[in-house]
T-cell receptor, first 115, second 113 residues
Framework: AQSVTQPDIHITVSEGASLELRCNYSFGASPYLFWYVQSPGQGLQLLLKYFSGDTLVQGIKGFEAEFKRSQSSFNLRKPSVHWSDAAEYFCAVGPMNTGFQKLVFGTGTRLLVSP | DAGVTQSPTHLIKTRGQQVTLRCSPKSGHDTVSWYQQALGQGPQFIFQYYEEEERQRGNFPDRFSGHQFPNYSSELNVNALLLGDSALYLC????????????FGDGTRLSIL
């Protein structure tokens, strides 16, 4: 069965500190991998995606993620967190079948940023 | 360039009623997917439309139905509403045959009383 696990429901990070959000997936074949961010009352904004190639991908807002096939992980990182990064973060996987991207999402990690 | 637009933004219904939610895809996109996001959960895939036909469906009952129009816009219909249908309904669009990821709208917040 296809599934995504985000083990941390909440994470609190001090402003300026580094951040790592964990994501593990279970998928029958090599998947496409995504990180989305959701601010309160809004839809999902794509931060970054991994399709193939370099396993370290760069996204918007200074985020990056590393794909580790052996660990079935796709962790999101940011070297220095800003207060505006406080939001809900979702990891998602989809099949390598362009145009039919049924996404399976994790339950999300809520990021709180302390002064 | 308009992104994915959804209407209405908020809706309140009572049990047993039916509801129609609307979505206009991002310009240049032809495939529309619908997701249900319950409070505190990640989005769950409902179904996907391409060329005015349902192409994939998630684990949702037949009370959930949809439609896609020739201009690629889409509707989500839910009949016999239950309290458990209260959720944020998200529409996402993409271009079939490309590696473009799905772009999401801001959603419709549906509350069932």
């Amino acid at each position: 069965a296809q599934s995504v696990t985000q083990p941390d429901i909440h994470i609190t990070v001090s402003e300026g500190a580094s951040l790592e959000l964990r994501c593990n997936y279970s998928f029958g074949a090599s998947p496409y991998l995504f990180w989305y961010v959701q601010s309160p009352g809004q839809g999902l904004q794509l931060l970054l995606k991994y399709f193939s190639g370099d396993t370290l991908v760069q996204g918007i807002k200074g985020f990056e993620a590393e794909f580790k096939r052996s660990q079935s992980s796709f962790n999101l990182r940011k070297p220095s967190v800003h207060w505006s990064d406080a939001a809900e973060y979702f990891c998602a996987v989809g099949p390598m079948n362009t145009g039919f991207q049924k996404l399976v999402f994790g339950t999300g990690t809520r990021l709180l940023v302390s002064p | 360039d308009a992104g994915v637009t959804q209407s209405p933004t908020h809706l309140i219904k009572t049990r047993g009623q039916q509801v129609t939610l609307r979505c206009s895809p991002k310009s240049g996109h032809d495939t529309v997917s619908w997701y249900q996001q319950a409070l505190g959960q990640g989005p769950q895939f409902i179904f996907q439309y391409y060329e005015e036909e349902e192409r994939q469906r998630g684990n949702f009952p037949d009370r959930f139905s949809g439609h896609q129009f020739p201009n690629y816009s889409s509707e989500l219909n839910v009949n016999a509403l239950l309290l458990g249908d209260s959720a944020l309904y998200l529409c996402a669009s993409t271009k079939r045959g490309t590696d473009q990821p799905q772009h999401f709208g801001d959603g419709t917040r549906l509350s069932i009383l």
